[in-house]
């Protein structure tokens, strides 16, 4: 059984998940407008995985007899300035997520729920993983500055960014994952 606390704490983290996932859709939505069309496969796949990060907190919560509350997800933001600006926008919006990630690894630790915390350590490690990315992509348009040229391969370059997670959640996350060979 997990403890209401934290079902309430990661049925909080399900909406924030989710709120990821349709914030690099729009995302994903102006990019496509503005001719970027690699940085726009990125950001669907990075609209994907965080539906699988919102479906493995999902999977957990059933798993661990608690029950899922679903709740209005905000309107996330659907124009941006340039590139940069937007990937700025993506770090922000990670750092925030590791703070919430770093928030339910607390709790389990307060509540001695170590299952949560072994099961958390994995969100851990994608924190990093993700803030790291738009670190990278931020520097890197940083040197592209205004070179059309450059920003035309580089975005090329992003665009090669496949989806290795299921985009059909249906089966359950974990099982398909572990199909897939993914983390
Ligand atoms: Fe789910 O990691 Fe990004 O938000």
Redo the contacts with the bound molecule.
């Keep these: 059984m997990i403890a209401k606390k934290m079902e309430e704490a990661i049925n909080g983290q399900i909406n924030?998940?989710m709120f990821?996932a349709y914030l690099y859709l729009s995302m994903a939505s102006w990019a496509e407008v503005a001719g970027l069309k690699g940085i726009t496969t990125w950001l669907k796949v990075q609209y994907h995985?965080?539906m699988m990060?919102a479906m493995k907190f999902y999977e957990y919560i059933i798993r661990k007899g608690g029950t899922v509350k679903l709740v209005k997800i905000e309107t996330p933001e659907n124009s941006f300035d340039s590139a940069l600006s937007m990937f700025e926008k993506v770090l922000t919006?990670?750092e925030f997520?590791t703070k919430s990630i770093n928030e339910l690894v607390d709790l389990a630790i307060t509540e001695k729920d170590h299952a949560s915390k072994v099961f958390l350590d994995w969100y851990v490690n994608?924190?990093v993983e993700?803030e790291q990315n738009a670190n990278e992509i931020i520097q890197t348009l940083k040197m592209i500055g205004e070179n059309k040229a450059a920003l035309y391969l580089y975005d090329k370059e992003l665009g090669a960014r496949t989806l290795t997670v299921p985009s059909d959640f249906s089966l359950g996350v974990e099982s398909q994952l572990g199909a897939a060979g993914a983390p």
Excluded: D, I, L, P
């Design positions: 924030k998940e990821s995985e965080e990060h919006h990670e997520v994608e924190q993700e």
